[in-house]
């Protein structure tokens, strides 16, 4: 399900925007990984779900091997997001 980008987000010790965001329909859910920068400008990756109905789900990313190639397609859509993986697993 595609959400709009940029959108806002709060959390208990800040808020911002999801500038970017890559995501794939599962069986069960649809694992999502975003990018969100802060009202400071800092940026954050936030590995999260949502419900099939498009809910956000409060739980831990629980992700498929069968959900990362839908997950490394939606990343062509978001440079910034690949980019910090990219330091995530590459370390550049």
């Keep these: 399900m595609a959400r709009t980008v940029p959108r806002p987000f709060t959390m208990p010790w800040g808020s911002g925007l999801v500038v970017e965001e890559a995501t794939t329909v599962g069986e069960h859910h649809e694992p999502?990984?975003?990018?969100?920068?802060?009202?400071?400008g800092s940026e954050t990756i936030r590995f999260c779900s949502y419900t099939h109905r498009g809910s956000f789900q409060r739980s831990p990313l629980l992700l498929g091997l069968e959900d990362v190639a839908g997950l490394r397609a939606s990343l062509r859509d978001a440079p910034r997001l690949r980019r910090a993986l990219r330091r995530l697993v590459d370390g550049n």
Excluded: I
């Design 32 to 40: 999502t990984l975003q990018l969100l920068e802060d009202e400071d």
